[in-house]
Structure formats: structure tokens, C-alpha cells
């Protein structure tokens, strides 16, 4: 930011003078201690979890089993709803 675009002192301390302004600022300032505590939280979270090669690949056959079962089970509904188109 350039010198020239700067505000001036008196103006930053009118600014925090103004109430609305203060209202806005610790809103903001309590949102972020909010979301910081999240992200830590979700980051402690995820480096509990142990991705090995192993549990990847036990994920991917229940995710293909589960692939499969609902494959069956829409080719059913398909074959129930035309046999009972057909009555």
C-alpha cells in the first residue's frame, strides 16, 4: 500500500472510536478464535487417523462391495417395475 493511500492517524483513531466499528471488530475477532479452534480441531482430528496401504485398499473393496450391492439393487427395482408394467 502506498504512503498515499494510507489513512492518517486521526482517521484509524476516529474509526475504532465509532461504536458500530468496535462491534464489527470484535465480532471478527471472536469469529476468527472460533474457526482457529476448528481447524485445530480438525487437524488433531485427522492426524489421529493412520492411512496405511492396507487400510486404503480394505476402503476401496467395501466401497466396490457397496458398488455392487447397489448395482443389484437398482437392476431389480428395473426388472420388478417392468414385470409389473407388464400385468
Not at 475477532?29 to 482457529?36: M, P, V
Amino acid at each position: 500500500m502506498k504512503a498515499t493511500q494510507a489513512p492518517s492517524a486521526a482517521a484509524l483513531r476516529s474509526a475504532l472510536l465509532d461504536p458500530a466499528v468496535n462491534i464489527l471488530i470484535q465480532k471478527l475477532r471472536q469469529e476468527l478464535i472460533t474457526t482457529k479452534g476448528k481447524l485445530e480441531d480438525t487437524q488433531n482430528e485427522l492426524s489421529a487417523w493412520k492411512f496405511t496401504p492396507d487400510r486404503s485398499e480394505k476402503l476401496y473393496t467395501l466401497n466396490k462391495r457397496r458398488m455392487y450391492d447397489t448395482n443389484i439393487f437398482i437392476k431389480l427395482n428395473i426388472l420388478f417395475t417392468v414385470i409389473r408394467g407388464k400385468d
